[in-house]
């Protein structure tokens, strides 16, 4: 079992920034790839970016050259840099890890909202 707790969510104005964290515990020697989901209400969750074991990275079109993801495999822990946020970045944001097992865990979700 891994748990992850994220953090880091809250609210800003457009063209400002937030950092969200998540910290994996447990069985912290299965994690794989790491990364991020989003969901809006009454939407289909959607992938933000991920990060694999090997630091090789991906994300979604509509945050490419915004948001930057990066992983400290020392402390377990993925973050997600935003920055120029828009309001449609509002959303609540989900970390996900991928153990060496292929089951996918998940965060409780952390809301992010961006005024205009």
């Known amino acids: 079992q891994v748990h992850l707790v994220e953090s880091g969510g809250g609210l800003v104005q457009a063209g400002g920034s937030l950092t969200l964290s998540c910290a994996a515990s447990g069985s912290i020697f299965s994690i794989n790839a790491m990364g991020w989901y989003r969901q809006a209400q009454g939407k289909q969750r959607e992938l933000v970016a991920s990060?694999?074991?090997?630091?090789?990275?991906n994300y979604a079109d509509s945050v490419k050259g915004r948001f930057t993801i990066s992983r400290d495999n020392a402390k377990n822990t993925v973050s997600l840099q935003m920055n120029s946020l828009k309001p449609e970045d509002t959303n609540v944001y989900y970390c996900?890890?991928?153990?060496?097992?292929?089951?996918?865990?998940w965060g409780q979700g952390t809301q992010v909202t961006v005024s205009s």
């Open positions: 990060i694999t074991s090997g630091d090789t990275t």
């Open positions: 996900y890890t991928d153990s060496i097992y292929r089951r996918r865990y």
